[in-house]
C-alpha cells in the first residue's frame, strides 16, 4: 500500500492506513482502528520475532509501548526474566511503570501481567531520580517506512516519552528503536514530513518480515520544548519537573507560543524580551496551574517544593492581577494560595532554587502604586 504522493501529509497517511485496515478487515480488537495505533490480526505472531533480534537478547531493560499490538511483546520481555518498563498511560502519574511478577509466575501469569490491567496491577513506578538505564525501545507505529521513517497517531507520546529518557539519561542516540506492525503499514514516506523531534526506527517486525533499516539519521537529543504546549505542561505532572530541572541547568524551556518579559528598572510595565534573549535571575512558568487554592504538587521525583510569599497586596488587588504579573515576568508558580483578605498570596515552586530566582525576578514588583514584599515563605514565618 502506497499513500498518495501530492500533497501528502502525515495525517493524509494516517486516514489511508486507518481507512485501508478497516475496509480489509486486518484491524483487530480495540475497533475502530482511526486515531489510535492499530491492532491487527498477526499482530503476536509478529512479535515472536523480537526475541531472535540480537538487540533484544543482549538488552537488560526494555521499554514497550502499552498499546494492544505490543501486548505480546511484553510477555516476551517477562519471560525472558528481563526488566520490563511501560509507560504510564498519556503521562498522566508519572514516566515508567516497572512491571514486576509475583515471585514463581506461569506463563497464563506473565501473559496477564502484560495486558494494560496487569500493568496496572502489578507495577511500581519509576521517577525521574532513577537510575534506570533502557536498552532497548519497543514502539507502536501508524505508518513505517523501510528507510527508519515513523508516523504515530499524531499526540505525540511516544517521541515526548522518548525525549524524557535521553532527557533523564536512560537512553540515547545508540539505544535501538524497534516497531511491531502490520505489512500494510509499511508504506514509503516523505522524509520532508519528519521533524526534529520525531524517532526513527532501527527495526521493523511484521507478521512476514524482519526489515533491519540501517537509519542513520540522529534520535531526537531530548525534549524540544519549544514544541510542548502548555496544556501538556498541565496535564504531565512529570514534565513540569523535568523542566524545572533543565531550567535550573541553564537550559532553554520557553514553550510553544509563551513570551517571557523583563521588568526594567524604574518601570511598573513589564517589557518583551528581544528574540533569544533571556533574564539570568528569571525561571520560566514551572506550570500553567495557578489556582486560587489547591493544586497539585510537583511530579513524582521531583525536589522538595518551596513556597514564596507575597505581601503587602493592595486591598483592592484581585488574584487575576497576580496571576497576570505574574505570568507577565515568566514566574509562573506550580500552585497560588490568595489570602486576599490579608493583603497576602503564596506561591509553590518546585524547589528552594526556583524559588529564589522568582524571589529575584519580583523584588520591586508593584501592583497600582504598592510595590510587594517578597520572601520564602519560611524567612517570613521566623520573622
Not at 498519556?90 to 506473565?110: C, E, M, S, Y
Not at 514530513?193 to 540522529?218: F, N, Q, S, W
Request: charged letters at 25%.
Amino acid at each position: 500500500m502506497e499513500p498518495r504522493a501530492v500533497g501528502v501529509s502525515k495525517q493524509d497517511i494516517r486516514e489511508q492506513i486507518w481507512d485501508h485496515m478497516e475496509s480489509q478487515n486486518l484491524a483487530d480488537f480495540p475497533r475502530p482502528v482511526h486515531h489510535r495505533i492499530p491492532n491487527f490480526k498477526g499482530a503476536s505472531h509478529a512479535a515472536e520475532q523480537l526475541p531472535r533480534l540480537q538487540a533484544f537478547k543482549t538488552a537488560r531493560t526494555i521499554k514497550v509501548n502499552p498499546d494492544a499490538p505490543q501486548k505480546n511483546a511484553r510477555f516476551f520481555v517477562l519471560e525472558s526474566k528481563k526488566t520490563l518498563l511501560v509507560p504510564t498511560p498519556r503521562l498522566r502519574t508519572g514516566l515508567f511503570n516497572k512491571i514486576t511478577p509475583p515471585p514463581g509466575a506461569t506463563k497464563d501469569i506473565l501473559r496477564k501481567c502484560a495486558t494494560s490491567q496487569g500493568v496496572r496491577n502489578c507495577s511500581v513506578p519509576i521517577g525521574l531520580d532513577s537510575r534506570v538505564l533502557v536498552d532497548l525501545v519497543v514502539v507502536g507505529s501508524v505508518a513505517v517506512s523501510e528507510k527508519g521513517w515513523r508516523i504515530g497517531k499524531g499526540e505525540g507520546y511516544a517521541d515526548l516519552e522518548y525525549a524524557m529518557t535521553v532527557s533523564m539519561g536512560a537512553a540515547s542516540n545508540e539505544t535501538p528503536v524497534v516497531t511491531i506492525v502490520h505489512d500494510c503499514q509499511v508504506v514509503d514516506i516523505p522524509e520532508e514530513l519528519l521533524e526534529e523531534h520525531d524517532i526513527t526506527v532501527d527495526y521493523i517486525l511484521t507478521p512476514t518480515r524482519v526489515i533491519a533499516t540501517g537509519c542513520k539519521r540522529p534520535q531526537p537529543m531530548g525534549i524540544t520544548w519549544s514544541k510542548i504546549s502548555w496544556e501538556m505542561i498541565e496535564k504531565i505532572p512529570v514534565l513540569r519537573s523535568l523542566r524545572a530541572r533543565e531550567q535550573q541547568a541553564g537550559k532553554d524551556v520557553t514553550l510553544q507560543g509563551e513570551h517571557q518579559y523583563l521588568l526594567e528598572p524604574g518601570r511598573q510595565q513589564a517589557v518583551p524580551l528581544s528574540a533569544g534573549r533571556r533574564p539570568p535571575d528569571t525561571p520560566g512558568p514551572e506550570a500553567n496551574s495557578m489556582e486560587a487554592a489547591g493544586g497539585s504538587p510537583p511530579g513524582e521525583g521531583a525536589p522538595l517544593a518551596a513556597d514564596v510569599y507575597v505581601g503587602n497586596l493592595p486591598r483592592d488587588a484581585r488574584v487575576s492581577d497576580l496571576k497576570r504579573a505574574l505570568r507577565e515576568l515568566g514566574s509562573v508558580p506550580l500552585r497560588l494560595t490568595w489570602q486576599g483578605p490579608q493583603r497576602r498570596a503564596f506561591l509553590r515552586y518546585p524547589d528552594s532554587a526556583a524559588a529564589q530566582q522568582a524571589i529575584s525576578c519580583l523584588q520591586g514588583l508593584r501592583l497600582g502604586t504598592d510595590t510587594l514584599r517578597v520572601a520564602l515563605a519560611r524567612q517570613q514565618r521566623d520573622k
